[in-house]
Each structure stands twice: as structure tokens, then as C-alpha cells.
């Protein structure tokens, strides 16, 4: 077995264990989110607190040819989040997703 399908084997059981599921493009998918980035801007009035998330998915499960992009919308617990770049490394069976809350 190699490196790649050994990390996408172990990566199968983790999403079972502890994954947290997501909606994109109507379908459902078992993820790994990371905790939250908080970035605070200044405002009129104030700082604004926007928090960004990594979304780890198998690239196996996604349709084959199809993938969340820049600008797409995934919903994690009922709150939509905007893709704002995508991760994809050909060494990774995992495409990782840089989101914000919408």
C-alpha cells in the first residue's frame, strides 16, 4: 500500500470518528474542521472580528472532475461560508478549504 493510500485509509476512519459534517452544491460530506482564525478589523465604531476555518475533505469523496472552489458556499451547523481559496497538493489525498462566515 502506499504513502498516499495509507494517509487516505486513516484519514476515512478519523472523518468516522470525529468529522463534522458540511453541505456543498446540495450533497453532504464528513469533514475536519480546524479551530477558528480570528482576524480583527477596524471599523466605524469599533474592531470587527471575522473568523476563518480550514475544511479538510477527501478528495475521493467530492463527484470525480467537481470541487469546491473560490467563491462557492458550504454550510457547516446551518451557517453558510464562503470558499476563499482552495488547497489541493497532488502528495494529499485531502483538499483542504480556506472559508469565512458569509
Same mark, same amino acid.
Given at each position: 500500500m502506499s504513502r498516499y493510500s495509507e494517509i487516505e485509509s486513516d484519514m476515512a476512519e478519523i472523518l468516522a470518528d470525529v468529522g463534522t459534517q458540511i453541505q456543498w452544491d446540495? #450533497? #453532504?460530506? @464528513? *469533514? /475536519? !474542521? =480546524?479551530? +477558528?482564525? %480570528?482576524? !480583527?478589523d477596524l471599523t466605524t465604531g469599533g474592531f470587527s472580528a471575522e473568523a476563518d476555518y480550514s475544511i479538510k475533505i477527501r478528495?475521493? @469523496? !467530492?463527484p470525480e472532475? $467537481? *470541487? +469546491?472552489? *473560490?467563491? @462557492?458556499? %458550504? =454550510? /457547516? *451547523?446551518g451557517a453558510v461560508y464562503v470558499v476563499r481559496? %482552495?488547497? #489541493? $497538493? +497532488? $502528495? $494529499? +489525498?485531502m483538499l483542504v478549504l480556506h472559508v469565512a462566515r458569509k
Open positions: 446540495g #450533497d #453532504d460530506y @464528513d *469533514a /475536519i !474542521l =480546524t479551530e +477558528p482564525r %480570528v482576524d !480583527l478528495k475521493t @469523496d !467530492l472532475g $467537481s *470541487a +469546491p472552489q *473560490a467563491k @462557492d458556499q %458550504v =454550510t /457547516i *451547523a481559496g %482552495v488547497t #489541493d $497538493s +497532488p $502528495s $494529499s +489525498p
